[in-house]
T-cell receptor, first 113, second 113 residues
Framework: TQLLEQSPQFLSIQEGENLTVYCNSS?????LQWYRQEPGEGPVLLVT?????EVKKLKRLTFQFGDARKDSSLHITAAQPGDTGLYLC?????????????FGKGTRLSVIA | NAGVTQTPKFQVLKTGQSMTLQCAQD?????MYWYRQDPGMGLRLIYY???????DKGEVPNGYNVSRLNKREFSLRLESAAPSQTSVYFC????????????FGNGTRLTVT
């Protein structure tokens, strides 16, 4: 059973369109992180959300943490080809500081010019 | 600033051969991790080391061993490689704490024939 479910698994859109990807769980997380991975490279952190209901913006990317801290979403406005990549969410289940992050399977985004 | 360095970048092994994947970080991080990434499976944790001198199993430890050589270095060993271990392996490091981001290397692409 996957602890973090990401949807959709694949997404192909035209440049300029908006999109939202989701990260859902039945578990409560102390924090959630979003990463982007490009071909041949390791994932790179985009943002960490910590408080239920929190919204963070990073240029055209908007991240939201659910009120119950069980889910998160990433919204991209006016997508550009440079946004192409694999988007991964990762959650910390406990507050102990010693539990490794759990990753979702990712959403592979392709933005066509 | 190199961050997390993994060697080698590519490796081909025959079934039954052994090898060690090397990882070093220069950020003075306490925690280090080994993940494998397979198509459609996301990132799965093999082993981690919360701090120098400790190692723990992750989700998929069978067939692997690790050594935390010092604070900088964390190696992953395959004693008898199997085709099921064909994957891309990522090393990561972080500070202790649920909100601490993971810093990834660029991966080792391993093929076992």
């Amino acid at each position: 059973t996957q602890l973090l479910e990401q949807s959709p698994q694949f997404l192909s859109i035209q440049e300029g369109e908006n999109l939202t990807v989701y990260c859902n769980s039945s578990s409560v997380f102390s924090s959630l992180q979003w990463y982007r991975q490009e071909p041949g490279e390791g994932p790179v952190l985009l943002v960490t959300v910590v408080t239920g209901g929190e919204v963070k913006k990073l240029k055209r990317l908007t991240f939201q943490f659910g009120d119950a801290r069980k889910d998160s979403s990433l919204h991209i406005t006016a997508a550009q080809p440079g946004d192409t990549g694999l988007y991964l969410c990762a959650g910390a289940v406990s507050n102990s500081g010693n539990t490794p992050l759990v990753f979702g399977k990712g959403t592979r985004l392709s933005v066509i010019a | 600033n190199a961050g997390v360095t993994q060697t080698p970048k590519f490796q081909v092994l025959k079934t039954g051969q052994s090898m060690t994947l090397q990882c070093a970080q220069d950020m003075n991080h306490n925690s280090m991790y080994w993940y494998r990434q397979d198509p459609g499976m996301g990132l799965r944790l093999i082993y981690y080391s919360a701090s120098e001198g400790t190692t723990d199993k992750g989700e998929v430890p069978n067939g692997y061993n690790v050594s935390r050589l010092n604070k900088r270095e964390f190696s992953l060993r395959l004693e008898s490689a199997a085709p099921s271990q064909t994957s891309v392996y990522f090393c990561a490091s972080s500070e202790i704490g649920d909100n601490s981001p993971l810093h990834f290397g660029n991966g080792t692409r391993l093929t076992v024939t």
